[in-house]
């Protein structure tokens, strides 16, 4: 005590003597040991002269337009809002995940033998969040079987360990009663109704049937879920009804005061002199389970310097050993401070085996993303519930409470039916990737050198690398989507697709028509027009990690969850279509030039596929700025759509720009021709077009260089024979 009273002292003499400090601490409702507390407080401060008043602030319906369902919503707003007017904050303990930000971490601020007293019992489960202790228990509550020792002595029946004992002793007291006209006994009511009370009864009874004392509680689609779901149903059905199971917490007091009930599961909140308290049931004997209900008090993070050195004080105080141990052997509160059980004065008064006796599990509120505690409890609830009081199977109940959580994606590894799309297009994926690597070596082979030569062999590696790179992207689609995701994947796709790309504009230029000095300077300054282009797709690349794309959550027609990739801003759409729309000009303008080098002998195959290619990639982007506003409802969808547009990407640069030469290759090998590919007469009907064009200077420029044919060849060549020039002609025909 005298350790508590100097921490209270000295902070205090910072401040003015004769000053009266009141700290506001806000409670949903009045219970006994908030109003006991405050008055404690009141009454040290006062003796000791610390000048600070402790002021209770019941949220009723009086005091405000409120409801006790939406009380957790108000102190979220007033948090949200940085509000003064509450120093420290009672709240539901399953909001601790939810509130973390908005209080003051005490890891930091009281003494660690302080913390010791808690860390051992519950707080480590409700209270620490992110390494953050968030608050401290205040008011505990756990569930327990309250036995009616009336019918259990007039029966000669012993208070039940398992379940099995449970039904069994209630069946023999509800039989037996019924021979006397007692038709309206309760066996059990399991507390099953659709409110949060629900959602902890459920918890409870399934952590009750796990493996044993240490296990942890059991995955939902283990077969001890799914064991424990039909014993609890089997309950309901032998000893109990689904109105019992419903029954909501006045009407289970109201059978409390009544008393024509075996067995009640209920909060331990009050003692009767005909029943006995003890922990409830489990599968087994030394198996039990019970929910940790109750408070938690918090210190407000948005408070004075000042206020939160007195509302420190004011919660180490009526959080102290002192201070708990004193109402605990009163019998006014269940502490959480865990040694006080094991303490020879406080056993001396209580039944200390009955409160060692709890299991307690929290609720996992930390699973929760965006902190919806309530909409997942909710759902929880009602999907086994389909179950417990519907046609459903456990299975089909279990599975769908596993996907509230579950984000589900397309995975080339687990051996769910829903994945085998995903190992299918793994493998059609793996196959490309195969092809990939081995053409690498292509360019190097005798049969196919020759047809290869347009470009030196770097730059192949260049073109193949960005095929990898943008098969890359085809693998980013397997899991789950995440905001990193979403942002790497357009910056993969403009580097692959730029890389892929690069040695055909390369060559563009290099065959550009008219001698101009300008094509020869490229030749010779392969890595500085390197250099220009990649630090302009550089540019781009760095400014799609820019765009404010994130993961956002759908659910299909089946409540499944799953992510894609959006843009919730305007700005941020701006931004991302004006990266496509450039690379979709870039892409124009390299056709507006193919169009000019139409019939150059060089890269007169070459300029017919590059073509081919790009018409292609052009339409993909615009489909992929359309599919950007299509909301898809389907993971399925999303994934088939995405990957059918990137594998499209892939085989069309590949089949167009590299297995073309391949091809040819094979054709020809046999023929004694070499690299004849020009065919004359593709821009006649252009020429006798009408005196309009003759009068257009820019387009009759374009068509000039359209028409242009580059006859300069070696003075020992002779001219390709028809015969020649109608193979080729058939080659070609084929892509």
Not at 48 to 76: A, C, D, K, R
Not at 497 to 502: A, D, E, P, R, Y
Not at 596 to 619: G, H, P, R
Request: aromatic share 16%; net charge neutral.
């Amino acid at each position: 005590m005298i350790l508590t009273i100097l921490l209270l002292i000295y902070p205090l003499l910072f401040y003015h003597l004769g000053n009266t400090i009141t700290i506001n601490v806000l409670v949903q409702s009045e219970e006994r040991i908030h109003s006991l507390l405050t008055k404690d407080f009141n009454k040290f401060s006062k003796e000791n002269g610390l000048n600070i008043t402790l002021h209770l602030n019941l949220l009723t319906p009086q005091n405000m337009s409120y409801t006790v369902n939406n009380y957790q919503s108000m102190i979220e707003n007033l948090l949200y809002k940085k509000s003064k007017k509450y120093d420290l904050i009672v709240f539901d303990n399953i909001y601790s995940k939810k509130f973390e930000s908005y209080f003051l971490d005490l890891k930091d601020l009281l003494p660690q033998e302080h913390l010791d007293l808690y860390s051992e019992g519950i707080a480590a489960q409700t209270c620490i969040f992110n390494n953050k202790w968030v608050a401290l228990p205040v008011t505990p509550l756990y569930s327990v079987l309250y036995s009616n020792m009336n019918y259990l002595n007039k029966y000669k029946k012993n208070i039940p360990k398992t379940w099995d004992e449970l039904m069994e002793t209630s069946k023999y007291i509800i039989n037996e009663e019924k021979r006397l006209n007692n038709t309206s006994i309760v066996g059990y009511n399991g507390g099953f109704h659709n409110i949060e009370l629900g959602t902890c009864s459920l918890y409870e009874f399934i952590y009750s049937c796990r493996d044993s004392y240490e296990s942890p509680f059991p995955d939902l689609l283990s077969n001890t879920t799914i064991n424990a779901l039909h014993q609890l149903k089997k309950i309901k059905n032998e000893i109990s009804s689904d109105d019992y199971f419903r029954y909501t917490n006045n009407e289970v007091l109201s059978l409390l005061n009544e008393g024509n009930f075996v067995f009640i599961k209920f909060w331990d909140l009050y003692d009767f002199p005909n029943y006995k308290k003890t922990a409830l049931p489990g599968i087994k004997p030394g198996l039990s389970g019970t929910v940790i209900g109750g408070n938690n008090i918090g210190i407000v993070k948005h408070i004075s310097e000042e206020r939160k050195k007195i509302s420190l004080q004011v919660l180490s105080y009526i959080t102290s050993r002192d201070v708990h141990k004193k109402f605990v052997m009163e019998k006014v509160i269940f502490s959480s401070i865990p040694s006080f059980y094991y303490d020879d004065e406080v056993c001396s008064v209580l039944d200390c085996e009955f409160y060692r006796g709890f299991q307690p599990i929290a609720r996992p509120t930390w699973m929760i993303e965006k902190n919806e505690w309530n909409v997942y409890s909710l759902k929880f609830r009602t999907y086994i519930y389909e179950f417990l009081y519907g046609n459903k199977t456990a299975e089909e109940s279990l599975r769908k409470v596993v996907n509230i959580l579950k984000v589900h994606s397309i995975s080339f590894i687990t051996d769910d039916n829903d994945n085998n799309l995903g190992k299918i297009i793994f493998i059609i994926l793996s196959i490309i990737f195969c092809i990939i690597i081995f053409s690498l070596i292509i360019p190097r082979i005798k049969l196919f050198s020759m047809y290869f030569k347009i470009f030196s062999y770097d730059f192949w590696i260049i073109h193949l690398v960005g095929s990898i790179i943008l098969l890359f992207l085809c693998f980013m689609e397997f899991g789950e989507i995440t905001s990193i995701k979403c942002k790497v994947k357009q910056a993969v796709l403009l580097l692959g697709n730029s890389l892929n790309l690069f040695p055909f504009i390369y060559e563009l230029f290099i065959y550009f028509p008219e001698d101009i000095k300008e094509s020869e300077y490229f030749n010779h300054h392969r890595f500085l027009i390197i250099s220009i282009y990649n630090f302009t797709n550089i540019v781009l690349i760095i400014l799609s990690f820019f765009v404010p794309i994130s993961a956002y959550e759908l659910y299909d027609p089946y409540d499944r969850k799953f992510k894609t990739c959006r843009i919730n801003s305007t700005q941020g759409i701006v931004m991302k279509e004006s990266i496509y729309i450039i690379n979709i000009l870039n892409m124009l303008i390299m056709l507006f030039i193919i169009f000019k080098e139409w019939n150059i002998q060089e890269t007169f195959v070459e300029i017919k596929l590059l073509a081919s290619s790009i018409y292609t990639e052009v339409l993909l982007y615009i489909m992929i700025l359309i599919f950007d506003y299509i909301k898809i409802n389907q993971y399925t969808t999303y994934f088939i759509i995405y990957e059918s547009i990137y594998i499209t990407f892939i085989l069309s640069n590949y089949i167009c720009l590299f297995c073309s030469h391949i091809v040819l290759a094979l054709l020809n090998r046999n023929k004694n021709n070499e690299s004849v590919f020009f065919i004359d007469g593709c821009g006649d009907e252009i020429k006798n077009g009408s005196t309009s064009y003759k009068n257009n200077i820019i387009l009759q420029y374009i068509l000039k260089y359209h028409n242009k044919q580059l006859n300069e060849e070696k003075q020992n060549e002779s001219i390709t024979t028809s015969k020649i020039a109608q193979n080729i002609t058939s080659n070609i025909s084929i892509f």
